[in-house]
């Protein structure tokens, strides 16, 4: 009793700490922007998009009109 209180657990450590954390979320999502206008191919190439959507000829039923 009447030690110092460990964690520091102040609201300005808090928010620091939140801003931190949305720093390095930030700056990954950055990354990764990047990397994915670079190198579009890598991540979805065609045969890849084309196993997704195998049939591109799907016909609608139809109307009477």
């Known amino acids: 009793m009447g030690g110092a209180r460990?964690?520091?657990g102040s609201a300005r450590s808090r928010r620091e700490w939140d801003?931190?954390?949305?720093?390095?979320?930030?700056?990954?999502?950055i990354e990764l922007h990047d990397e994915w206008i670079a190198f579009p191919r890598r991540y979805?190439?065609?045969e890849s998009m084309d196993s997704?959507?195998?049939d591109k000829t799907a016909l609608?039923?139809?109307t009477d009109e």
């Open 52 to 54: 997704l959507y195998p």
């Open 6 to 8: 460990r964690g520091g």
């Open 60 to 62: 609608l039923p139809a």
């Open 44 to 46: 979805l190439s065609n």
């Open 19 to 29: 801003a931190a954390v949305e720093r390095l979320a930030t700056a990954g999502l």
